[in-house]
């Protein structure tokens, strides 16, 4: 049986099998390719990709600790990733509305001996090196479902069709998707990975955890006048333009000829039913102290991605029959370093090693997972993001307490699923929120669109799922005045007016596959499912 499917599928379909299959080339996905294959070459293993190319919708800050990537490939520092700089120097700055103040660096965010890089390219950079030792890797393949045996084993995946209409009959070219069989999958989908909210939800995987929990990334990529850039400068800043009780901070990463990462991250559980978090983000780069180093600049590319920061109270299980959960599929990101990469990677080995161990079982390797350093590292910080649900200044103090200790606070602090967070309209008094005139590109959220340079047939089914759009007319104008209309970052919910009255209307073309209205949506009646393989954005080195 194939997971929500309740009717024989009558379409005849190619089949594929493998040892085991990987959903998600990123670098959980990746590093567990090679990791297998370097440990057992005999092992067969397929690693499919939503995207058209490889790392075209992988979007990361991205400092990396370079540790676990020295452990799977020790000659990676002679042949670099396309984009690599050494991290020299790092600065933290508190904003206020015209100027900042410079503080002493946190502990965990000292960045001497890490790496700047571009994520999508270090993993298109990772890939040909897992092809090299015989991992077969398809990008495009979109996944739109798990294939289960009698008994509710994962049995592979089904890759969605090809050439469906918006209507839901066949278009010329039709093509049904193939099911790839194999004796394990393993989801290494980013964060909401759509396959595995469906899992964890049918195994019960968060039983014994508390719900995950999300922040909103939007980042952009810059060239400015060289003169400008120091390579290996890293800045984070907090405070303006967020108030004290929307968790938010930024991140500049200056890079080599002139480029230059930035982006602003929000997190999810915000209280203010009119917060924006995109505007949030434009406000933060006409700040006084960032605004000259992009003007006259132009921008190369954007995009946005939810981040997982539940951390380690909010593990669910990794593993059920069948099946293995990594890297931020699980939610492995050290919030106080804003660091997730190591690991993914770290997880991805792991898994790997328990796999050739076991002979492909999955059973065991949740308690592996949870007794490895990759989880020693969350205990100790489990404790900070979710402080700062009391404010900015208890959230800044409790860190410091979580640090001094080293995590050793006999109480782990509860974390609340983002979407019950939002206050409704007439109960949350929003804050003055002091913007700036702003005329730094892009002028709108359309205009980023443009530079995710993000892709969709419009004549395929809509992926954004709304189980009852009466609510968005009724109720949630009257709660919460249609958030979605604000925290989606590219413009995809709009509340319309015509003969018949108002109604949503869903711009499903300009999704950038950030998942955050699947995480933040007050009523839980939104589904992300995946479109067409190889639609989506097309991020150039984000």
């Given at each position: ?147 289960h045996d009698a008994d509710g084993t994962v ?56 719900p995950q929990c999300y922040s909103i990334g ?325």
């Amino acid at each position: 049986m194939s997971q929500h499917d309740t009717t024989a599928d009558t379409v005849e379909r190619d089949v594929m099998e493998y040892d085991v299959v990987t959903v998600g080339a990123g670098p959980s996905g990746l590093a567990f390719a090679i990791r297998l294959k370097q440990l057992n070459p005999e092992i067969s293993v397929c690693v499919i990709e939503k995207a058209s190319t490889i790392g075209a919708q992988i979007i990361s800050g991205a400092v990396i600790e370079p540790g676990p990537l020295d452990a799977l490939l020790p000659g990676w520092r002679d042949n670099p990733p396309p984009i690599c700089v050494p991290a020299v120097k790092d600065e933290f700055w508190l904003l206020s509305k015209t100027g900042h103040t410079p503080l002493p660096i946190p502990p965990g965010m000292h960045n001497r001996g890490n790496f700047i890089v571009s994520l999508g390219a270090m993993c298109a950079w990772l890939a040909p090196q897992a092809e090299a030792l015989g991992v077969e890797i398809y990008p495009g393949f979109a996944a739109s479902e798990t294939l289960h045996d009698a008994d509710g084993t994962v049995v592979g995946v089904r890759i969605g069709d090809m050439g469906v209409a918006k209507d839901g009959s066949h278009k010329p070219g039709y093509t049904a998707g193939i099911d790839i069989r194999a004796k394990v999958t393993v989801l290494a989908e980013g964060a909401r990975g759509h396959l595995t909210k469906r899992l964890v939800k049918q195994f019960k995987l968060d039983a014994d955890s508390d719900p995950q929990c999300y922040s909103i990334g939007l980042k952009e990529l810059w060239q400015v006048p060289e003169d400008r850039v120091e390579p290996g400068k890293i800045v984070h800043s907090f405070g303006w333009p967020a108030d004290n009780q929307t968790y938010g901070g930024s991140f500049l990463y200056h890079l080599d000829k002139g480029r230059i990462a930035l982006g602003y991250v929000s997190g999810l559980d915000y209280p203010d039913p009119e917060y924006k978090p995109w505007e949030a983000f434009q406000q933060w780069k006409n700040h006084p102290s960032v605004k000259p180093l992009l003007e006259g600049g132009s921008i190369l590319s954007a995009g946005a991605r939810a981040i997982a920061c539940g951390g380690w109270q909010s593990l669910p299980k990794v593993e059920m029959p069948g099946a293995l959960l990594i890297g931020d599929t699980a939610g492995l990101l050290n919030v106080p370093k804003i660091k997730g990469t190591h690991q993914a990677i770290r997880s991805g080995m792991l898994a790997a090693e328990h796999l050739a161990a076991s002979q492909l079982a999955p059973q065991g390797f949740d308690a592996k997972l949870r007794a490895s350093e990759a989880m020693a590292e969350l205990k100790k910080v489990r404790n900070i993001k979710p402080g700062f649900k009391r404010g900015l200044w208890f959230g800044i103090l409790n860190s410091a307490w979580e640090t001094i200790t080293a995590g050793l606070s006999p109480w782990t602090l509860k974390v609340k699923p983002d979407w019950s967070s939002l206050d409704k309209v007439g109960e949350h008094e929003s804050p003055r929120r002091d913007y700036v005139n702003r005329d730094l590109a892009p002028r709108d959220r359309l205009q980023s669109v443009y530079y995710a340079a993000t892709e969709h047939d419009e004549d395929q089914p809509v992926h954004l799922k709304v189980r009852d759009t009466s609510i968005c007319v009724t109720r949630c104008v009257e709660e919460y005045d249609n958030p979605c209309t604000r925290f989606c970052p590219a413009n995809v919910y709009e509340i319309v007016s015509d003969e018949a009255g108002k109604r949503l209307q869903i711009n499903a073309a300009n999704c950038v596959h950030c998942k955050t209205c699947d995480i933040k949506d007050p009523y839980e009646i939104i589904d992300w499912v995946t479109p067409e393989g190889g639609s989506g954005p097309n991020y150039q080195n984000l």
